[in-house]
């Protein structure tokens, strides 16, 4: 069966930290996306990749960077957290047949 | 720009009925149509996918159908269960871009 897998389902980290976010994929898919997920606000896409090294942003990049130094996995990388980036945290891959999303890390900056 | 619009934005039927949850969305050059269902506190799962060529998908008692002449496509489950409470999301990818527009959902419970 496909996966989409993130290494962490529950965080809690400190204002100021830097903080890492990893995404691995098995399915060999071109295509990786980090989606953040608000109460009100739906999904909102943060940052893309569609190839090694590559990266788009989305619709709300600040605050973030990413690494996608091999096909399989995506970072994001929260440079100095905030507590307004307390949020569930959603990555996904696809090619041609649609999307699939890893199970979500649910992120609480204190 | 596409948008996807779910109504309603919650639901709450009693065990076995039939149900539709509907979405629309602005831009009738979708590339796709993707269905998912989304478990409090957890990741999206995909239940269906259309292409633009299909005009509906079924698995189980899942079944979705794509107009995109009237920009809509709707989710029927048939013979509804309390484990089908969820939300759920539709997603449609349009104008050759693989990046999908997602809809905000519509949250069902299905009482017993």
């Known amino acids: 069966d496909v996966k989409v897998t993130q290494s962490s389902r529950y965080l809690v980290k400190r204002t100021g930290e830097k903080v890492f976010l990893e995404c691995v994929q098995d399915m060999d898919h071109e295509n990786m996306f980090w989606y953040r997920q608000d109460p009100g606000l739906g999904l909102r896409l943060i940052y893309f990749s569609y190839d090694v090294k590559m990266k788009e942003k989305g619709d709300i990049p600040e605050g973030y960077s990413v690494s996608r130094e091999k096909k399989e996995r995506f970072s994001l990388i929260l440079e100095s957290a905030s507590t307004n980036q307390t949020s569930m945290y959603l990555c996904?891959?696809?090619?041609?047949?649609?999307?699939?999303f890893g199970s979500g890390t649910r992120l609480t900056v204190v | 720009k596409q948008e996807v619009t779910q109504i309603p934005a919650a639901l709450s039927v009693p065990e076995g009925e039939n149900l539709v949850l509907n979405c629309s969305f602005t831009?009738?050059?979708?590339?796709?149509l993707q269905w998912f269902r989304q478990d409090p506190g957890k990741g999206l799962t995909s239940l269906l996918l259309i292409q633009s060529s299909q005009r509906e998908q079924t698995s189980g008692r899942l079944n979705a159908s794509l107009d995109k002449s009237s920009g809509r496509s709707t989710l029927y489950i048939a013979a509804s269960q309390p484990g089908d409470s969820a939300t759920y999301l539709c997603a449609a990818s349009s104008g050759g871009s693989y990046i999908p527009t997602f809809g905000r959902g519509t949250s069902l419970i299905v009482h017993p």
């Open positions: 831009d009738s050059a979708i590339y796709n």
């Open positions: 996904a891959s696809s090619q041609s047949y649609g999307y699939t």
